[in-house]
Structure formats: structure tokens, C-alpha cells
């Protein structure tokens, strides 16, 4: 079975700075690993998978994810918080089970941006 | 990625009453899709595989005779929430995969009175 942590419920962070959401993962076999953000009353949007290829992954929005096997950590980065940034953040896993991947979802990180 | 779609995109019921919830996939054909549901300011959680032209599986502890979910076509699935009770409130997501990815609706908030 695969499992998420991601570690903070709420981050805060003044405009501009660095946006740091961290996630560690668990898995008997290769994960898939994903982010995705949620706006209020809608849906998800991915922002970036990983999926066995390079371990740097860029994603929208200026968001990048590391992949650290030795870690077992996949922390979500952005350089330069942007207002329109606040939402919330869930880091997922998956393992290939072709086409049929089942998701399982970390509890969730709201980022707020402060002015 | 693909598009998805669900409607409608909010609901009110009286207790009792049936709804039904449709999730399109608008420019993929998914022979798989998957119900979630959201409690508020909480993470998704899986409540069943929605296969098209067989029955959907369901995840451990969620009655699959009160989610009642079709696959009828390629495009098309739906999750009638039956009998509903105000604890059935909840935002309901569905997604269908790609390559390996999941895209997800933008979800149906269901408020039962």
C-alpha cells in the first residue's frame, strides 16, 4: 500500500518569497507522484507529475518538484509566491496499474500569501 | 489532458430523495473512471472505480447499494446518491485517467436538508 505525509496544514508566506510544501511518500514499488491544487468549490488541477522520468520536474504556474528517492520526498517549490497562488495542496501517489492507477491523497497543505 | 465535466455543479435535496450526479469525459474515451468525496476543509477520499460496461467497485465501508454508480458509455458515468441523508453532504469529484494521470472534474456540492 502507498501512503502520504504532507507536513504542515498551513503555510504561510509573504508575496515573493520562496513557497516550500513538503511531502514524503510510501511505497513497495516505483511511484507515481503528483500535485495538485484545489481552489475553493472547484475541482483539482494538476500541477506536476513524476512518473519515473527526470527527477526535476516543472510544472505550471512557475511550481517545481524535486523527486528524492533516498529521501522518500517529493516537496512542491516555487521561487517567487504570487497572490493568485493561495489555494490548497495535495500531494498523491500512485503505483502503474495500467490505466487503473488508484490515488491516495496526502491530508492536504492551504497556502496563504501574505500581502 | 483530458477534460472533464460533472453536473450539475451544486445540489440541493430533502431528506429521503435520490440525486444523480453525471462526470463526462469531453475529449477522451475512459473505460475507467473514479468517485471521490470530500468532506469539508478534509482530503479526497476514494469511493469507488467506475468501469464502462461492468459493475463499479467499490472501496471498503461505502455501501454500493446507496451509491448507485452506471458507466453506460465511454464518456458518460453516474453516481446516484440514494435515500440521502444530510450526513451524505459532501463535495463529490469524479476523474478519469490518462497516461498514467488523473483528471478530475470540478466537482458537485450536495447539501441535503
Known amino acids: 500500500a502507498q501512503s502520504v505525509t504532507q507536513l504542515g496544514s498551513h503555510v504561510s508566506v509573504s508575496e515573493g518569497a520562496l513557497v516550500l510544501l513538503r511531502c514524503n511518500y510510501s511505497?513497495?514499488?516505483?511511484?507515481?507522484l503528483f500535485w495538485y491544487v484545489q481552489y475553493p468549490n472547484q475541482g483539482l488541477q494538476l500541477l506536476l507529475k513524476?512518473?519515473?522520468?527526470?527527477?526535476l520536474v516543472k510544472g505550471i504556474n512557475g511550481f517545481e518538484a524535486e523527486f528524492k528517492k533516498s529521501e522518500t520526498s517529493f516537496h512542491l517549490t516555487k521561487p517567487s509566491a504570487h497572490m493568485s497562488d493561495a489555494a490548497e495542496y495535495f500531494c498523491?501517489?500512485?503505483?502503474?496499474?495500467?490505466?487503473?492507477?488508484?490515488?491516495?491523497f496526502g491530508t492536504g497543505t492551504r497556502l496563504t500569501i501574505i500581502p | 489532458g483530458a477534460v472533464v465535466s460533472q453536473h450539475p455543479s451544486w445540489v440541493i435535496c430533502k431528506s429521503g430523495t435520490s440525486v444523480k450526479i453525471e462526470c463526462r469525459s469531453l475529449?477522451?474515451?475512459?473505460?475507467?473512471m473514479f468517485w471521490y468525496r470530500q468532506f469539508p476543509k478534509q482530503s479526497l477520499m476514494l469511493m469507488a472505480t467506475?468501469?464502462?460496461?461492468?459493475?463499479?467497485?467499490?472501496e471498503q465501508g461505502v455501501e454500493k447499494d446507496k451509491f448507485l454508480i452506471n458507466h453506460a458509455s465511454l464518456t458518460l458515468s453516474t453516481l446516484t446518491v440514494t435515500s440521502a441523508h444530510p450526513e451524505d453532504s459532501s463535495f463529490y469529484i469524479c476523474?478519469?485517467?490518462?497516461?498514467?494521470?488523473?483528471?478530475f472534474g470540478p466537482g458537485t456540492r450536495l447539501t441535503v436538508l
Open positions: 513524476y512518473t519515473s522520468a527526470a527527477t
Open positions: 511505497s513497495s514499488v516505483p511511484p507515481y
Open positions: 475529449d477522451f474515451q475512459a473505460t475507467t
Open positions: 467506475s468501469n464502462e460496461g461492468s459493475k463499479a467497485t467499490y
Open positions: 498523491a501517489v500512485s503505483v502503474p496499474n495500467f490505466g487503473n492507477e488508484k490515488l491516495t
Open positions: 476523474s478519469v485517467t490518462s497516461e498514467d494521470t488523473q483528471y
